[in-house]
């Protein structure tokens, strides 16, 4: 009786370890967010293009943005089809400064992140077949320099 009672005792404290570790890998997983649950803005003007390497399915970039500027990757144009995701992974500096990071929708719209610490890793669903292009956008009083890549 007293091994049944601890081997019991035994799969329960299993069991919550388990659950414990699940939660905290589904929390470190990646987010994937749809365009209409993102922020967006109308681009009238393109301030300046953002230098890209393409190769196949991944993009890097790199831009030095001016206070309150946006960067847009004009050479570079993601066709993709309803449903399709676009994974954004980046890193700027300094840190402070908050920065948003999106879309240009075939729409014209901005759709974006907007981030605060330094470093955006977060996946994005487009919900229209088309053309997206990716953009970065300061709103800070500092240049930042962005390093990161886009795959698609």
């Excluded at 030095?64 to 993601?78: A, Q, T």
């Excluded at 992974?89 to 014209?108: E, M, Q, T």
């Excluded at 229209?128 to 795959?151: F, I, K, P, W």
């Amino acid at each position: 009786m007293k091994v049944k009672k601890i081997l019991s005792m035994m799969l329960s404290v299993i069991l919550v370890t388990n659950c414990i570790i699940s939660v905290a890998l589904a929390t470190d997983k990646t987010s994937i967010l749809n365009l209409n649950e993102l922020e967006r803005d109308k681009i009238y003007a393109i301030v300046q293009d953002m230098t890209a390497v393409t190769t196949r399915a991944s993009v890097n970039f790199e831009v030095d943005l001016e206070e309150n500027s946006i960067s847009v990757m004009r050479n570079v144009k993601f066709p993709l089809e309803a449903g399709e995701t676009v994974t954004i992974n980046a890193s700027y500096s300094p840190f402070s400064a908050s920065v948003d990071f999106g879309l240009i929708a075939p729409d014209g719209y901005f759709y974006y992140i907007n981030v605060k610490n330094g470093s955006i890793n977060k996946t994005i669903r487009v919900d229209e077949r088309g053309n997206y292009m990716l953009a970065v956008r300061n709103n800070s009083d500092d240049t930042v320099s962005v390093v990161g890549y886009v795959n698609y």
